[in-house]
């Protein structure tokens, strides 16, 4: 089943069409990535799943009914862009009020939410202020607040956007236990690694989708050169498709290694002839 569903849709802002005739899908139980420059209609797209913008074309269904049904809300769970913590209330404060937001009973927050701070590591921080933590532990104290009603679906806008290397990948472990518990997710992202370690699916977006597919199909489609290293003098060679890869390693009289393109490089390569 597909927890979100978007058909053909076009958002623009006047004259900026920030949104070209986007088709999509989310299955349940998977990480979808969306991967593109600044401004690339990213945050558009997904302000549109969670209902806070209506495409001026085309049609969306999250979890099987349209995104603004409050029906959808109550599975939803949200951490927009540039979000924190209120910054006067504790961690604990912070998903507690949250929880009544969203209109989960004070019994259900205090189970559910006990159990969040534990996988969040979060305990030793429950009663400090959210202005006081570090932007790690204000992105934990966001995913927990977006976990309080056990969502259906995660939406993450640019979860690890400012966070150093270390909190990054606290983050990553984290989404990544919580997908193996089944949750779906959507995120947002500028970062390839972060595509290719969290994700199952990703859209390379600018505008308009430009490509899209598992990591390994989106690497096995657009790496069509190798690098061949020949150890014995240091030379680098570049070469299109196996005869060419074939004929230079014939010609190489001891140790060498043949790379293939990193999905890096093949965004770069993707990207750089979109207009
Ligand atoms: N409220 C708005 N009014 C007018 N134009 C907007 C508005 N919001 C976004 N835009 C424009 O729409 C385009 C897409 O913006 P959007 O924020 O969706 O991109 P993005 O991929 O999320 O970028 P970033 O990675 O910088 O967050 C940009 O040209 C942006 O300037």
């Not at 969290?198 to 597919?213: C, H, N, P, T």
Request: hydrophobic content about 35%.
């Amino acid at each position: 089943m597909y927890v979100i569903e978007v058909n053909n849709v076009w958002k623009a802002y006047g004259k900026i069409i920030a949104n070209e005739d986007i088709t999509m899908r989310v299955k349940e139980g998977e990480i979808v990535a969306l991967l593109g420059p600044n401004g690339a209609g990213k945050t558009t797209l997904v302000k549109q799943i969670y209902g806070e913008l209506t495409p001026t074309k085309g049609e969306i269904r999250v979890l099987g009914k349209k995104p603004t049904d409050r029906h959808v809300k109550k599975f939803l769970g949200v951490i927009p862009q540039e979000c924190e913590p209120y910054g006067d209330l504790t961690v604990w404060d912070n998903i507690y009020y949250m929880g009544r937001l969203k209109g989960a009973s004070k019994d259900e927050i205090k189970k559910r939410g006990e159990e969040l701070l534990e996988r969040l590591d979060l305990r030793s921080k429950r009663n400090t202020l959210a202005r006081d933590l570090s932007g790690g532990l204000k992105r934990r104290t966001l995913i927990a607040m977006a976990l309080i009603n056990n969502p259906k679906l995660l939406i993450l806008d640019e979860p690890t956007t400012g966070l150093d290397p270390e909190a990054r990948r606290e983050v990553w472990e984290i989404l990544l236990n919580m997908r193996k518990e089944g949750q779906s997710m959507l995120l947002t992202t500028h970062y390839l690694d972060e595509a290719e370690r969290l994700a199952d699916k990703i859209y390379f977006l600018s505008r308009k989708i430009i490509v899209e597919g598992t990591p390994t199909q989106i690497k096995e489609k657009f790496a069509d050169w190798y690098e061949v290293i020949d150890y014995t003098n240091g030379k680098v060679y570049k070469v299109k498709g196996e005869e060419e890869l074939k004929k230079i390693i014939m010609t190489i009289n001891g140790k060498f290694e043949v790379r293939m393109p990193s999905l890096e490089e093949i965004y770069l390569q993707v990207m750089k002839d979109v207009e």
